[in-house]
């Protein structure tokens, strides 16, 4: 993607930290490493990350070169079944922490980054710039959120200002009313940076799937209720559009 916004996030996990506060400004800069994996061979790479990707990204966090990092899988959607996201504070980040991934992985596991390759069937990478992410903190003794969809769609550059005053106007109030009352653990915007067509797109995160459906039902009945014409104008911007679902299978 061209530069510059989402699923995803997811962030995730990408909504399980607050980036910044509303702010006309990009709130941070996400890479979305998406790959297509045999379904057999998910657990042993979920392993491998785990040994491998786990020890490098886990200090980074705490070193405060990157925000965060997960691995999301297939829960329902397209094909790219074995992802794993990083997030920066801008593009600029980005660049420093991925050649420093780079170097760090190598340097520790120069025979573990061949291996998961071998696994990969396809592969292609997104970068988003995040418009708003939002995320409340855990209760004491509360599970981390282990769902997230993701809606992304192709339209007109053109008519993203209008889709950006039509998100803001119509979801931003659901989607907060919905994270304050505990029924989402975070949701966030995501706008074109450098990919594959999809260049607009936002996304939420639960403790599950049934909690998942439970929001979704809210969120469309909230936005129905208040701004009835919303959904209908947003069809009319997406060229296309897909949703995806995805079990957080580890997010720092």
């Known amino acids: 993607m061209k530069r510059l916004i989402a699923c995803c996030t997811l962030l995730v996990a990408l909504s399980s930290v607050s980036l910044a506060q509303d702010a006309a400004a990009p709130q941070g800069f996400l890479m979305f490493h998406q790959n297509k994996v045999a379904g057999l061979d998910v657990p042993r790479l ?3 990350a785990d040994s491998i990707m786990r020890p490098v990204l886990d200090a980074m966090v705490e070193e405060q070169i990157i925000m965060s990092w997960g691995i999301l899988t297939h829960e329902w959607g397209d094909e790219w079944n074995w992802n794993w996201y990083l997030t920066t504070a801008d593009h600029a980040s980005f660049v420093s922490a991925w050649a420093e991934f780079s170097k760090r992985i190598m340097e520790r596991f120069p025979d573990g980054v061949p291996e998961m390759m071998q696994y990969l069937q ?3 990478d997104n970068q988003f710039l995040v418009r708003k992410a939002f995320g409340r903190p855990l209760a004491a003794g509360e ?3 282990r769902f997230m969809m993701s809606n992304l769609a192709m339209v007109k550059e053109v008519d993203v200002p209008a889709i950006d005053k039509l998100f803001d106007t119509a979801m931003a ?3 907060n009313a919905m994270l304050a009352e505990g029924l989402i653990y975070g949701w966030g915007d995501l706008r074109h940076a450098w990919g594959d067509e999809w260049n607009i797109g936002w996304y939420i995160s639960t403790k599950d799937h049934a909690a998942f459906v439970t929001a979704w039902e809210s969120l469309l009945a909230r936005v129905m ?5 919303a959904l209908m104008e947003a069809q009319k911007y997406a060229l296309a559009h897909k949703d995806n ?3 957080i299978q580890y997010a720092r």
């Open 245 to 247: 679902l995805y079990h």
């Open 122 to 124: 396809a592969h292609k």
């Open 46 to 48: 979920n392993q491998l």
């Open 225 to 229: 209720k208040d701004h009835p014409e």
């Open 143 to 145: 599970a981390p959120p």
């Open 173 to 175: 109030p659901a989607l």
